[in-house]
């Protein structure tokens, strides 16, 4: 018989799979799950809302607001590399299954404006 080598060795050998949910896989390092911003971090550039490839972040300078829908996030991580003041991360675990779509929110500190120079003013 061909197989039965091929069959024995299945048998004697541990379950290739996991008994998931009970058994949960260790993440790899690097692992890019939910994203996570420290609002106090922001300086509202846009540069995420700008590389986003799938447009979910959105960026109020005036208003001092952050928004995510993470319903459209494909935790590609590129907001995450770009920004500036590296005040996005990845948790190393994907955030929990919802049942209602949210939009997620947050709201700092606008930055002032900046004075007008006295050169500025002078050409004007
Ligand atoms: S790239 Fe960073 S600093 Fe700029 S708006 Fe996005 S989260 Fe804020
Ligand atoms: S991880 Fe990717 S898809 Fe998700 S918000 Fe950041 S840039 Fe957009």
Redesign the pocket.
Known sequence: MLFTPTVIKNLLKKPATRNYPFTVREPFPNYRGELV?DID?????????RKCPSQC?T?DKNAGT?QCDPHACVYCGI?RD????K??SMKDVHRKPMTEKITWIEQGTPPKPKKKTAEKKEEK
Do not use: D, H, K, Q
């Open positions: 911003i971090g922001c300086i509202f550039c846009g540069t995420c809302s972040i960026v952050w907001c770009n920004c500036p003041t005040c996005l």
